[in-house]
Structures are given as structure tokens and as C-alpha cells.
């Protein structure tokens, strides 16, 4: 079992930058895929990046390409979601999830979810 705790969530203003980070127990991380994906109130759980066990290959919502990043360190058991030029829309609470396998943006697919990060963006 893979254990996730996501930390970095917070208010800012829009234009603004944060980074959420998501530390993972256990020593099998690398062979875990993992994901962001952010819920917003009344709304379904989206995907917005993703990440391969090695780290070479990553894949982004068309609404955050661009302006996100997400990278892992597998020494730290780590993945990090780097958000810059914050909208009001980008408002929501941000999950990690790892699953085994290969990458994917289904949300179904996922096995493991932390328990979230609030991240609000004021206009």
C-alpha cells in the first residue's frame, strides 16, 4: 500500500505561484504513476497532470499546459505540482494519486489518493 499526504495548498492572489508537494510512504515510489487531479465545488474530480514512474514522461490538462509542471523525486519518495499564473478557476481542492502501471488520466484508474490540498485563487 502507498500512503499520500499533500502539502503547499493555500490562498493566492491571481497571476500568483504555488507549490504543492505530495510525499508518499513506503520504498516501492518509483514504480508507482502519479497524478494530480482537483475537484472544484459541484463539480467532478478532473485530471490535470500526470507523471510516469521514471519521470520522463509527463501529460497535462489542456487548461493548465503551460502554466503547471509536475516532477517527482524518487529519492524523496516526492512529486511536486509547480503552479504558476494562477486563475480564479484554477480554485479547487488538489488530490495526488498513484497508481501501478503504466500513466493514465482516468481518474477511476487510480488506486491510491491522499487526502487533499485547498487551493484557492482570489481575483
Known amino acids: 500500500q502507498v500512503q499520500l499526504v499533500e502539502s503547499g495548498g493555500g490562498l493566492v492572489q491571481a497571476g500568483g505561484s504555488l507549490r504543492l508537494s505530495c510525499a508518499a510512504s513506503?520504498?516501492?515510489?518509483?514504480?508507482?504513476?502519479m497524478g494530480w487531479f482537483r475537484q472544484a465545488p459541484g463539480k467532478e474530480r478532473e485530471f490535470v497532470a500526470a507523471?510516469?514512474?521514471?519521470?520522463?514522461?509527463?501529460y497535462y490538462a489542456d487548461s493548465v499546459k503551460g502554466r503547471f509542471t509536475i516532477s517527482r523525486d524518487n529519492a524523496k519518495n516526492t512529486v511536486y505540482l509547480q503552479m504558476n499564473s494562477l486563475k480564479p478557476e484554477d480554485t479547487a481542492v488538489y488530490y495526488c494519486?498513484?497508481?501501478?502501471?503504466?500513466?493514465?488520466?482516468?481518474?477511476?484508474?487510480?488506486?491510491?489518493w491522499g487526502q487533499g490540498a485547498q487551493v484557492t485563487v482570489s481575483s
Open positions: 507523471i510516469s514512474r521514471s519521470g520522463t514522461s509527463t
Open positions: 494519486a498513484a497508481r501501478g502501471g503504466i500513466t493514465t488520466m482516468t481518474v477511476d484508474e487510480y488506486d491510491y
Open positions: 513506503g520504498r516501492t515510489f518509483s514504480r508507482y504513476a
